[in-house]
């Protein structure tokens, strides 16, 4: 029997190689096998071990999951592989987001304010961005899938 792979699984396996590709890169760029870099607005830097070593770990994880989910991606079982996966990149991505907001609050040192100005605070969330908050759009189209009920039950 001839397995026919549906659009959404195409979908959810290309999201899986590329949070996959994106969490081993913060793995590497952590490890110092690779120096940080930025392509547009996508920005992969940084020693710091939690984010980028656990946070690529997580990522990795979550590659992994969408990828094992891919196969049948609207079968029940697959299909919260592929959520499970799609949290995971929500909780690197919200991290993310909410270590760029508390940066932007505090104004620099040279400034002899505490406090960051409006523009500042919003100059705080313009590029580039980590891997994680450029795939949080492209994740949205689970959250739809799974508002719609678009998997099988059986």
């Known amino acids: 029997m001839i397995q026919k792979n549906s659009i959404s699984g195409i979908y959810i396996g290309l999201l899986g190689l590329v949070t996959l590709a994106?969490?081993?890169?913060?793995?590497?760029?952590?490890?110092?096998?690779?120096?940080?870099?930025?392509?547009?607005?996508?920005?992969?830097?940084?020693?710091?071990?939690?984010?980028?070593?656990?946070?690529?770990?997580?990522?990795?994880?979550?590659?992994?999951?969408?990828?094992?989910?891919?196969?049948?991606?609207?079968?029940?079982?697959?299909?919260?592989?592929?959520?499970?996966?799609?949290v995971l990149v929500w909780l690197i991505a919200g991290t993310d987001i909410f270590a760029r907001l508390c940066e932007s609050i505090p104004a620099g040192e040279e400034a002899p304010e505490f406090f960051n100005s409006l523009s500042g605070f919003i100059g705080g969330f313009a590029p580039p961005y980590s891997p994680a908050i450029i795939l949080l759009?492209?994740?949205?189209?689970?959250?739809?899938?799974?508002?719609?009920?678009?998997y099988d039950t059986d």
Request: aromatic share 16%.
């Open 22 to 86: 994106c969490g081993l890169a913060d793995i590497f760029v952590w490890a110092g096998i690779n120096a940080g870099f930025q392509v547009g607005i996508l920005e992969i830097a940084g020693d710091d071990f939690f984010r980028w070593a656990w946070g690529g770990f997580i990522m990795v994880c979550a590659g992994l999951f969408m990828l094992a989910g891919s196969r049948k991606a609207l079968s029940l079982q697959q299909f919260a592989k592929v959520t499970l996966g799609t």
């Open 137 to 150: 759009p492209f994740t949205l189209v689970i959250l739809y899938l799974l508002y719609t009920q678009a």
